[in-house]
């Protein structure tokens, strides 16, 4: 069976640089992945990774949670994917975005390819896991219609603690608030959106967490042009190229070696991440 998009759908996306809601995952699935995000955090208290937990679930999960990198390879997720990518797909990064109940952590509106050091590629697609209810409420992310057919606009650094974002960066140009699009999911929906799309997100002002998990899909032939080198998992068809250092989904929760090589890729991409920052930052994205 095929979960391709339908034509009108990449019309779509091609014009509003977004979509949603798909229908990626039911609900017992998403009741599994709730109990594997409990027992990742179980495990980590176990071995004494309480404290860094925020951080490692926030960067390149699919490198160290085996259950993220398989989510990132099912096929209701891919055949859509490969329909705006094509055949030859790259996992580059996974990200949890937690917003615990009652919280201020919020998003400001930024560009996603502002500090990866990717350029202003459009072969790079976000698929954003809805694993609670999802709303204006809980705080959902807001879309701007057509905003990724603009090239990447200057940000500016806020280093505001209350923003999930590793400079609390924003865009330093008026964004249309009252056009933008409240991306409202149920668990278990997913939405995509453009590398270059305004986006943003209010506080959870709802009495339950709101947890999303960020896939960042790429082809082979986007470019690191900033850090060193750079790293991605091949999760369907060929890359021949040499942009990128191919990495094996992980083999069992917070491996040691495994851990050791999440850090140095972390360190590795930071060179993008930082650059021109003013302060040191917070969280990895
Ligand atoms: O989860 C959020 O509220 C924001 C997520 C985001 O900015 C992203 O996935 O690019």
Not at 23 to 45: G, W
Not at 125 to 152: K, P, Y
Request: charged share 25%.
């Amino acid at each position: 069976m095929s979960y391709a998009l339908e034509p009108e759908q990449v019309d779509q996306y091609q014009r509003d640089g977004f979509l949603f809601p798909l229908e990626v995952f039911d609900n017992n699935q998403v009741v599994n992945i709730l109990e594997q995000l409990e027992h990742t955090r179980t495990v980590a208290r176990e071995q004494g990774l309480e404290s860094e937990l925020t951080q490692l679930l926030r960067t390149n999960t699919h490198y160290i949670l085996p259950f993220v990198s398989e989510l990132a390879r099912a096929s209701q997720l891919l055949d859509r994917i490969e329909s705006i990518l094509g055949p030859n797909i790259l996992l580059w990064s996974a990200e949890f975005f937690i917003k615990a109940a009652h919280t201020d952590k919020i998003v400001s509106w930024h560009q996603d390819l502002t500090y990866w050091g990717l350029g202003e590629t459009d072969e790079e697609i976000t698929a954003w896991l809805a694993l609670s209810d999802v709303n204006v409420e809980s705080g959902c992310m807001r879309f701007v219609a057509g905003s990724h057919h603009q090239q990447i606009v200057p940000h500016r650094d806020t280093f505001d603690a209350a923003n999930l974002l590793s400079r609390g960066q924003e865009v330093a140009v008026d964004v249309e608030e009252d056009d933008a699009i409240d991306v409202i999911l149920q668990p278990g929906q997913v939405s995509f959106h453009h590398g270059r799309m305004f986006h943003a997100s209010g506080p959870n002002r709802s009495a339950r967490d709101r947890i999303g998990l960020a896939f960042r899909f790429i082809t082979p032939e986007v470019e690191q042009s900033v850090a060193k080198r750079d790293y991605a998992m091949l999760v369907r068809g060929i890359d021949r190229g040499k942009k990128w250092i191919h990495v094996a989904p992980p083999t069992r929760l917070f491996d040691p070696a495994e851990l050791e090589l999440h850090a140095r890729i972390r360190q590795d991409q930071f060179a993008a991440l930082a650059e021109g920052a003013e302060q040191e930052l917070y969280t990895a994205y």
